[in-house]
């Protein structure tokens, strides 16, 4: 029997290749919130700081987790004897008192109580409006959407997958739908542009996905069901806004997410997050509650926005 001085001698180990692993770019979390303000991406989701404000991410978030639980009801995922019925406003109270829950024991909360009612409001008017003809016709809620580029990795999530008409099942006969907890932004403002931009995007998810474009896809802006004053279909037609997906605007789309990669990852490379230029900051939602609002350019040398926001110098 031969015998080994060194036991493990005859052992090759496999030479070890390095790797970097491609980066994940999500349409939200990082082109729109890039384009908005670089300042505040490069501090939060480069350098990790954990911002304070949590009232925006409490609504949009309570929006997509309750309105998820009214479609499982609907499909008998919640109760299987309860399949085909349309949540009561009794369900979605209690939807929605558990997920406020689950937010506040993470921290995450409306900044006044206004903030809550307001939401279960609007949840209660959307699951009454339109659940009758929406429910049935969904396929698949939080739809999960991925594509290796060259150097990275696209990613994306739609709130709905829905039939366009009828049992139509086929990939070009379905809608993508994303739900936005915000009145409608008007025509010229940069929002809207920016979710055009978001939905041409996830065309393209959903074409690497399933090898077609779908058929439409539809913007919802939930809080123009809260105007009391007018009728309730014109409120509706205000709320869901249509987005054609045409061949040549989705190519420009992906053309434009690829630059504002190109620019994440130059200022990746020189560690510099420059603030917008004055006047063409996000907007005094964003601002007024931003953690780093206090020594921002944009906010100082706008006149607009300073005569609104306290100040507090060093």
């Avoid at 991406?41 to 990790?48: D, K, P, Q, S």
């Avoid at 479609?71 to 209690?94: C, N, R, V, W, Y």
């Avoid at 991925?146 to 366009?164: F, H, I, K």
């Avoid at 907890?181 to 399933?210: A, C, N, T, W």
Wanted: hydrophobic share 35%.
């Amino acid at each position: 029997m031969r015998r080994y001085t060194q036991p493990f001698a005859p052992v090759r180990s496999v030479k070890r290749r390095s790797s970097v692993p491609l980066r994940l770019y999500s349409v939200t979390a990082d082109i729109l919130s890039f384009r908005r303000c670089a300042r505040q991406y490069g501090n939060e989701a480069v350098h990790g700081y954990q911002a304070s404000r949590t009232s925006q991410f409490f609504y949009g978030t309570v929006i997509h987790q309750v309105l998820d639980r009214a479609h499982s009801h609907f499909q008998g995922l919640m109760d299987p004897a309860a399949k085909g019925e349309l949540p009561t406003d009794e369900d979605i109270g209690s939807y929605f008192a558990d997920v406020v829950q689950s937010l506040r024991t993470q921290g995450i909360r409306g900044a006044r109580p206004q903030v809550e009612e307001q939401a279960l409001k609007v949840l209660q008017l959307f699951n009454q409006i339109e659940g009758p003809d929406l429910y049935p016709r969904v396929i698949d809620t939080e739809h999960r959407m991925q594509a290796n580029e060259e150097s990275y990795v696209l990613r994306g999530t739609v709130d709905l997958l829905v039939a366009a008409h009828g049992p139509n099942r086929h990939p070009t006969a379905l809608e993508i739908w994303d739900y936005k907890g915000q009145r409608r932004p008007g025509p010229k403002d940069f929002r809207l542009i920016d979710y055009r931009f978001q939905m041409l995007v996830y065309s393209e998810l959903y074409r690497r996905r399933h090898g077609f474009l779908p058929a439409r896809a539809q913007l919802y802006f939930m809080n123009e069901l809260l105007a009391d004053t007018r009728p309730v279909e014109e409120s509706r037609r205000q709320a869901l806004l249509t987005v054609d997906v045409e061949e040549a605007e989705v190519e420009l789309a992906l053309k434009s997410f690829r630059a504002s990669v190109g620019s994440i990852e130059e200022c990746r490379r020189a560690d510099a997050w420059p603030a917008p230029d004055v006047g063409r900051g996000p907007g005094e939602d964003t601002c007024v509650i931003c953690d780093f609002r206090w020594n921002c350019p944009t906010v100082r040398g706008d006149a607009g926005l300073s005569a609104r926001i306290p100040i507090r110098y060093p």
